[in-house]
């Protein structure tokens, strides 16, 4: 069913900017997308309206819909909406706050009263790679390992799109491919959904499918990576690095 | 050597009931390992025990010096820095996986905000620092006793810096199905 977003604007509570104006979207099952864009161009917003957190949680001018497997958004709440959608925030350090790893993976489960608690918390550190720092304190991980376990914490909930928000704006180069990886792995064998938010386009040539391009909250281009790469003189004039071998 | 002998039975009497407990209390220091981190705190413990010494010396009988004073006020002090370092014991040897465990009889959110609370604290303690030393290199004079220049500098950035990110907290609470 996947993700529709129809004629979607929105405006923060107390300002006056139109930071989506007029999104038009269709997120397929098994997508693997990569936003592009300037600052504050409303990336992240995008991804808050994908999951319930705009207009559910933070308040502001909404219109249009949001239709999550055929549902709007409006009607259901975050927490429910969690089993479908996953988020991973930018800053991994204030996402984590339990005393131990497996708590920190548990907690989601022990909210949404899912069965088979510590079998599914196995399984998601075993797919990030994680195993044997079940009892470690997440405030003392790697930065690597911190955005890691966020992943682990919204894999383990199952939901079947995951939105990433800047994974790795402050990873090195090593785990920023083994972030990828993994999410290469979570899309082609799991097929989840990924949908992330990414400066970097070397990196979104490599692992993204689709590329969405937004700029002063409009959608200026959709498409395969292929065509929205070769469109260099949009990315050139919206200032996003051309990917290398694309030019 | 009347005043001698006066002195020797005021100090003798004051310390009868806190010393063995602060002197107790100071061995666990040693006993614990936790003596590198009070190293730090040294110079604070010595000013504030002085001070209260001083005040309750000076200030028991009207104002002036009295020996009932002087014996209250190393009593007083004696006690202050037995709390002191209990606490400072306390902090030092219990994980906060302890804590938060010795507290789980409470109600699920009481237990739950406390144990966010004490993860949030060193979080808060690593921005507090990041903003002293931007603070420090852009010329801000920590040796002026001015509290007034040195505070809001620090406090003003830190508070507004760690309502934004409580906010982006609750956002991942949310996602992760907490109502």
Redesign the interface.
């Known amino acids: 069913m996947g993700i529709t977003v129809k004629n979607l604007c929105f405006t923060y509570h107390g300002s006056s900017k139109k930071v989506l104006d007029g999104v038009n979207l269709k997120i397929e099952d098994g997508d693997f997308i990569g936003v592009v864009g300037p600052t504050g161009s409303g990336k992240t917003t995008l991804l808050?309206c994908l999951?319930g957190?705009i207009p559910n949680?933070?308040k502001g001018k909404f219109y249009g819909e949001v239709l999550v497997d055929g549902v709007p958004t409006t009607s259901c709440?975050?927490?429910a909406l969690?089993?479908k959608v996953?988020?991973v925030?930018q800053?991994p350090?204030?996402?984590l706050?339990?005393?131990?790893v497996k708590d920190e993976v548990a907690?989601?489960l022990k909210?949404?009263r899912m069965n088979r608690v510590e079998e599914r918390v196995r399984e998601a550190l075993k797919t990030v790679g994680l195993e044997g720092f079940e009892d470690a304190?997440p405030?003392r991980l790697s930065q690597g390992q911190k955005q890691m376990l966020c992943i682990a914490?919204v894999v383990a909930?199952q939901p079947k799109t995951i939105l990433l928000d800047e994974p790795t704006s402050n990873l090195d180069y090593k785990n920023t491919k083994n972030v990828y990886g993994l999410l290469r792995r979570l899309n082609r064998e799991e097929g989840k959904t990924i949908v992330v938010v990414e400066h970097d386009t070397d990196l979104l040539a490599e692992y993204a499918e689709k590329i969405l391009v937004i700029n002063d909250g409009k959608i200026v281009k959709n498409g395969s990576k292929e065509e929205v790469f070769s469109d260099c003189r949009l990315l050139e004039n919206l200032g996003i690095k051309i990917p290398r071998g694309w030019f | 050597m009347v005043a001698l002998s006066t002195l020797s039975l005021i100090v003798g009497w004051s310390l009868l009931y806190i010393t063995p407990i602060f002197f107790s209390v100071l061995a666990s220091i040693f006993v614990f390992r936790v003596y590198r981190k009070l190293l730090g705190w040294l110079k604070f413990l010595v000013i504030a025990g002085l001070l209260i010494l001083a005040v309750q010396t000076f200030t028991y009988s009207g104002f002036g010096f009295s020996f009932e004073g002087l014996f209250y006020g190393v009593s007083f002090a004696l006690r202050f820095l037995t709390l002191i370092l209990l606490v400072f014991i306390f902090v030092h040897t219990t994980p906060t996986r302890k804590l938060v465990e010795a507290f789980s009889f409470l109600p699920y959110p009481l237990s739950f905000m406390l144990m966010l609370s004490l993860n949030m604290l060193p979080r808060i303690e690593d921005l507090a620092k990041t903003i002293v030393n931007a603070q420090k290199a852009r010329g801000l004079n920590f040796k002026t006793l001015n509290v007034f220049k040195v505070y809001p500098p620090i406090l003003i950035p830190l508070l507004s810096k760690t309502l934004e990110k409580s906010q982006q907290l609750a956002l991942a609470l949310q996602t992760r199905g907490f109502e």
Do not use: H, P, R
């Open positions: 808050y999951n957190l949680s933070i709440k975050v927490s969690a089993k996953g988020i925030f800053d350090d204030w996402q706050f339990s005393v131990t907690f989601g909210n949404l304190e405030y914490c909930m």
